[in-house]
């Protein structure tokens, strides 16, 4: 049996090093006939190492019910990534955040009363042990001790909560099923340094973006015999509706790969490939009050949704290659010795038997390029700046003259030893890997001039001022050395290096391994191949690389789905429940509530118990939205009830559970009563100065679900107290409202409510019970902390449930379903629609990737040949969708699901692919506010 070991440098298998240049793909948001390609292309960008989650909701979907073929075939999905030479980092939870439903746990959990969950309560450890055992001892077998590629597995996920009780219990619990599972491979932990050793057997990893190397130095010092590896070096940005797309430039990225590398660490992009949220998988996030994860979860990737290499997949290519060329000489460092210079210049110095290191970078430069519009469509052409700053370095007693590239840092080897017989004494640009038929290969900017030293002989190289020459072929400057072949190419070029079985490729704009595969960059010719024997020119295979142009989809009605619906599709409840104990966990459900009107009156409708969104239809017309999101308010919504028969139908859209915070777990759908419900005026009170935090403020939780849990941390820090003052006539529940920038405690007439753990923003909504009100004057205090550049809590809305509504009213509620017919043009002209449009696969043909684009004011469900492709939401970020080619048959139908009911307009089937920007939106309301914010504190 082999074995993987570790020390303070690097993982060993079989006592060899090995180093990990690792990307996050998760094969639930890929389908599994796309997976190989994926993988592939994740190769062939310097990837030695996929990291993915498991989706436990995805796996039991119901109780008991298993899943784990097609899309869900996790065995397969590691297997295909062991073919194409990837090992796999394997993150099985149970819980795993990555923004998905409920943080990948199944919906029904909530359905158990009392469980406790991410804790060692032992009716949450009956759950996850089962799915674990179901699933485990299949891909222990996998494992590589065993001769698989599962090289380390992951305990848990981001467990900010050191006080959470039974905490390491619980990660023991899981330490011992792995074990018990079959795995013999190291177990990592990704909590963000909040403990050193866990005493469970387990190595704790970095997440980061801010502070790459001030991170890995710190993870040094609590964990000094262990590897560094940053688990998720966060590349992109997470979107919600309503917000402009999240982006991280280029330059940042490569900037602080090289740094990883440069403090001694390895690195995992998350993502590398995001894909997509297809079906209800979105989740929910704490920041604000409508924060609903979108269908697209391309996290500006590296390798964009729908298989896009976009610039940053170039970029990265360089710290990839780099990474995984030099692994062996990398994962034989000492610790980091990190340096900042007069000028502000950081340094990171790593020194091994096989070769030392120097990170170099300007704290100046990297900053984003400004777009040339001539090379907009050209995703490396950046890479091929101006250089920035020269900096003076020491090499022995040779003095080097670093030109920084234009994302403002360098990594150097110095003594490299590449072969028995060969070193690479220094050299004054970066290396971007050495291949020992090929030769050794550096790259810089444009003009500039290489010096290398090779067994303690000096050589000078030129770049060629241009990357490509003036016959369309990519520009190389080769030197012959005794010791090997120099190849010395521009940055936007060493992007385009492609290792095949033949040797490597300059040019294209993609290459398989087999390098049959060749992709042509635009406005080139062909492309060089440089072999063992020596280099050549080849022109680019004669293909039809024109994209098809745009194809309009009108979209013609098909069916309704009224408010009322047949009545022999409700089903009485006996009380308000949630779409969990109703068994709809995801997606829309329907609500109906009937009763009898003693005499006509008006009724301001208030649902605080109702988490999303909900169309509401009183007596057949609709009469207002609540919830979040454009168009909907969560303010009383006035309804004229004749005497007599009355019947209130929403229709609820369950946007998606929190993936994290302290509301974790929360009831979806209609799950309480509704009230007679009035705003409530408030007078705000001015911060009052710092008090000193005692602990015992804190009510005791059995643990917050939420980012962190900094209430040791908060002892003696200063905070402030705001407040209001409101008026009640009697003692009756009041529902709070409020946005805040900061840790809080929130207090009623004196009494603790709750600690709410916030850093940086997040969105409380609650029942402050009436046993906490009374008449007259009220009080309500917010205590917050002033070390987390908090403001005081914004948005504040208070509302007076007056009275329960409904009391004697009948419950019911009925499925939302797919069609099986179709409907009369005129009939149901009232609530949602179902619209149908159908094209040949043939239209489509040269489309790859394939998006299909709506107009504005849409929000529905997405179906191709009857599979759930996601939401539709035609605000920002996005207006297109993707639509997998495996997904296509030679006749195609869309199937589109409008809440409104109102014709979509015709969408566009394209090959271009847009993030939508709010000012492209005018069709559609803003968000509605409320007033009443707290004064903002002055500086």
């Known amino acids: 049996m082999r074995t993987v070991t570790w020390d303070e440098r690097s993982y060993l298998v079989d006592g060899r090093r090995t180093w990990l240049t690792c990307g996050e793909m998760h094969y639930f948001r890929v389908p599994a006939d796309l997976w190989r390609a994926r993988l592939r292309e994740a190769r062939q960008a310097g990837l030695t190492c996929i990291s993915t989650y498991m989706a436990w909701n995805l796996h039991e979907p119901e109780e008991g019910r298993f899943d784990f073929t097609g899309d869900l075939d996790i065995r397969r999905y590691i297997e295909t990534a062991g073919e194409e030479g990837l090992a796999i980092l394997l993150r099985p939870g149970p819980y795993i955040c990555s923004e998905w439903d409920y943080g990948g746990l199944p919906a029904w959990l909530n359905t158990v009363p009392g469980l406790k969950i991410r804790t060692d309560d032992p009716a949450f450890a009956r759950y996850w042990r089962r799915y674990f055992s179901r699933i485990l001892p299949d891909l222990a ?25 039974g905490r390491l219990a619980y990660f023991r619990d899981i330490t011992a099923s792995f074990r018990d599972a079959g795995f013999r491979i190291p177990i990592l932990n990704c909590n963000r340094l909040f403990e050193g050793d866990l005493g469970c057997g387990t190595i704790e990893c970095v997440n980061t973006w801010d502070d790459p190397a001030g991170d890995l130095l710190r993870m040094r010092q609590v964990q000094p015999d262990a590897p560094l590896l940053v688990t998720e ?20 990225v490569l900037r602080k790969a090289l740094e990883i590398l440069g403090a001694g660490g390895q690195y995992t992009y998350y993502m590398w490939h995001g894909g997509t949220n297809f079906g209800f998988m979105g989740g929910r996030l704490q920041y604000a ?19 896009r290499r976009a610039e940053k997949y170039y970029a990265t290519r360089l710290s990839n290659l780099l990474s995984s060329r030099f692994g062996d000489q990398l994962a034989d460092r000492g610790p980091c ?23 170099l970078a300007d704290p100046l430069g990297g900053e984003p390029a400004e777009p040339d519009p001539e090379t907009t469509t050209v995703p490396w052409a950046n890479l091929d700046g101006p250089s920035g700053r020269t900096i003076p370095i020491q090499a022995g007693s040779a003095t080097l003259s670093v030109s920084l590239p234009p994302w403002g840092a360098v990594f150097l080897p110095f003594n490299l030893r590449l072969r028995d017989d060969l070193v690479l004494d220094h050299a004054n640009c970066m290396p971007l890997g050495f291949f020992p038929d090929q030769g ?35 520009s190389l400057a080769t030197l012959e050395t005794e010791a090997c072949r120099v190849i010395a190419v521009s940055s936007g070029l060493a992007a385009r290096a ?6 490597l490729l300059f040019g294209s704009a993609y290459a398989d391994p087999d ?3 060749i992709v042509p960059a635009d406005n080139e010719t062909g492309y060089r191949s440089v072999t063992k024997e020596g280099i050549r020119a080849c022109p680019y295979p004669a293909t039809a690389r024109a994209t098809g142009p745009d194809l309009p989809l009108p979209f013609s009605r098909i069916a309704s789905d009224p408010p009322d619906g047949s009545e022999s599709d409700w089903m009485s409840l006996p009380a308000p429940q949630s779409v969990d104990e109703i068994g709809i966990p995801y997606g829309y459900a329907w609500y109906r509530i009937s009763w009898h009107q003693e005499q006509a009156d008006r009724i301001d409708l208030f649902l605080p118990y109702c988490e999303d969104r909900a169309t509401i239809f009183h007596n057949g017309q609709s009469v207002g939205l609540w919830g979040t999101g454009p168009g909907a308010v969560r303010a009383p919504i006035p309804l004229h009830c004749p005497a007599g028969e009355n019947r209130l139908v929403l229709l609820l859209d369950n946007l998606g559970r929190f ?58 820090t200063p905070y402030r107290t705001h407040g209001v003052r409101f008026r009640l006539d009697a003692p009756v529940p009041v529902h709070l409202q409020a946005e805040s920038h900061s840790n809080l405690l929130l207090v009623c007439n004196g009494q603790v409510v709750d600690f709410f753990d916030i850093p940086g923003s997040g969105y409380l909504d609650l029942v402050l019970p009436e046993t906490l009100s009374r008449a007259g004057d009220n009080v309500l205090e917010f205590l917050v902390w002033e070390d987390r550049e908090m403001r005081s809590p914004g948005s504040l809305v208070l509302h007076a449930l007056w009275q329960p509504l409904f009391s004697r009213a009948a419950w019911s509620f009925r499925p939302w379903r797919i069609p099986e017919g179709t409907a009369a043009p005129g009939e149901g002209t009232v609530g949602p629609a179902w619209f149908s449009a159908r094209f040949p696969q043939s239209d489509v043909a040269t489309m790859d990737p394939l998006w299909i684009r709506f107009p504005a004011g849409l929000k529905g469900q997405l179906f191709l040949n009857g599979w759930n492709a996601g939401r539709v939401w035609t605000l920002p970020p996005q207006d297109t969708y993707y639509l997998p080619s495996c997904r296509m048959e030679p006749e195609n139908e869309i199937r589109l699901f409008v809440e409104s009911g109102n014709q979509p307009g015709e969408a566009v089937l394209t090959s271009a692919f847009h993030w939508l920007e709010r000012d492209r939106v005018t069709s559609q309301p803003d968000v509605v506010r409320a007033s009443g914010h707290f004064p903002e504190e002055k500086e």
């Open 515 to 517: 390098g049959v595969r």
């Open 440 to 474: 050794l290969v550096v790259h810089g900017p444009p003009g500039t001039e290489t010096v290398i030293s090779l067994n303690g002989v000096p050589y000078r190289l030129a770049i060629p001022d241009r990357p490509v020459d003036g016959q369309g072929l990519p």
């Open 289 to 307: 009050a409508s924060c609903h994860v979108p269908t697209s979860y391309d996290l500006d990737a590296p390798l964009g949704e729908g298989g």
């Open 141 to 165: 077998g996998l494992d590589a001790t065993r001769g698989g590629n599962i090289l380390l597995v992951q305990n848990e996920n981001e467990h900010h909560m050191p006080a959470v009780p």
């Open 498 to 503: 492609w290792e095949t079985r033949s040797g």
């Open 337 to 359: 010795r990190p340096d900042r210079d007069d000028a502000g210049e950081l340094r990171l110095e790593t020194v091994g038997p096989s070769g030392n290191w120097l990170y």
């Open 233 to 252: 070096f966060w590349c992109g940005g997470v979107d919600w509706w309503g917000r402009p797309h999240a982006a991280k430039g280029w330059e940042a």
């Open 659 to 716: 993936c994290h915070a302290w509301r974790m777990g929360e009831s979806k759908g209609l799950f309480g009563p509704a009230f007679q419900a009035v705003r409530i005026p408030v007078e705000p009170w001015p911060a009052v100065p710092a008090r000193t935090f005692v602990p015992s403020l804190v009510p005791h939780k059995a643990g917050h679900r939420n980012e962190d849990d900094h209430v040791e941390g908060l002892v003696g």
